[in-house]
């Protein structure tokens, strides 16, 4: 079983619609929880990044964090055809002081989208 | 502007060479990081470096090696020991170990 499972669709959805992108993870260990939007032949760009459990906001888009179910969500509202990427989940365990941790992420597979006119 | 330059874009390898994936920030960051991305899986961490002069092997690092003799340059050598080298590579860079990671836009290698 992966440490992060994530759909790889291809979903495709109407203009204006409401997208729900999700991940599923086993490592209760991961306090730091990242969405990244990656086109065709471009590296990731960082969308969202929250810390431990709870929601975000961002314009059109909202990251939501349940630890208790190891989940977390990505909703992007009023889709645009500009939307249309390849969006990864990545999550890390962080670490303390004095730690070895490095802010290792542990990527999902991906979710390929497609928003039409 | 700042961040993270890869070249080249495209690279081809022939048997038994090595090459050498080039990657600059400008973000003054501390760490740097080198991915590999294949078809359909998320990406796989090859090497990373807290620091310059200090590098650690990642999930995947047979095949590979790197150096950080500069804050800004993070290069990764691909060896003939990597027997499936056809990725794409990205190289990403972070403030601090628990800040958020920011990527160039990849070097694409395959195998001629």
């Known amino acids: 079983q992966k440490e992060v499972e994530q759909d790889p669709g291809p979903l495709s959805v109407p203009e204006g619609a409401i997208v729900s992108l999700n991940c599923t993870y086993s490592n209760s260990a991961f306090q730091y929880f990242m969405w990244y939007r990656q086109y065709s032949r471009k590296g990731p760009e960082l969308l969202m990044y929250?810390?431990?459990?709870g929601n975000k906001e961002d314009g059109r888009f909202t990251a939501q964090v349940d630890k208790s179910s190891k989940y977390i969500s990505l909703f992007i509202r009023d889709s645009q055809p500009s939307d249309s990427a390849t969006y990864l989940c990545?999550?890390?365990?962080?670490?303390?002081?004095?730690?070895?941790?490095?802010?290792?992420?542990?990527f999902g597979q991906g979710t390929i989208l497609t928003v039409h006119p | 502007d700042g961040g993270i330059t890869q070249s080249p874009k495209y690279l081809f390898r022939k048997e038994g060479q090595n090459v050498t994936l080039s990657c600059e920030q400008n973000l003054n960051h501390d760490a740097m990081y080198w991915y590999r991305q294949d078809p359909g899986q998320g990406l796989r961490l090859i090497y990373y470096s807290q620091i310059v002069n200090d590098f650690q092997k990642g999930d995947i690092a047979e095949g590979y090696s790197v150096s950080r003799e500069k804050k800004e340059s993070f290069p990764l050598t691909v060896t003939s020991a990597q027997k499936n080298p056809t990725a794409f590579y990205l190289c990403?860079?972070?403030?601090?170990?628990?800040?958020?990671?920011?990527f160039g836009d990849g070097t694409r290698l395959s195998i001629l």
């Open positions: 990545a999550m890390s365990e962080g670490g303390g002081a004095g730690g070895t941790s490095y802010g290792k992420l542990t």
């Open positions: 929250t810390y431990s459990s």
């Open positions: 990403a860079s972070s403030a601090e170990w628990d800040r958020p990671q920011h």
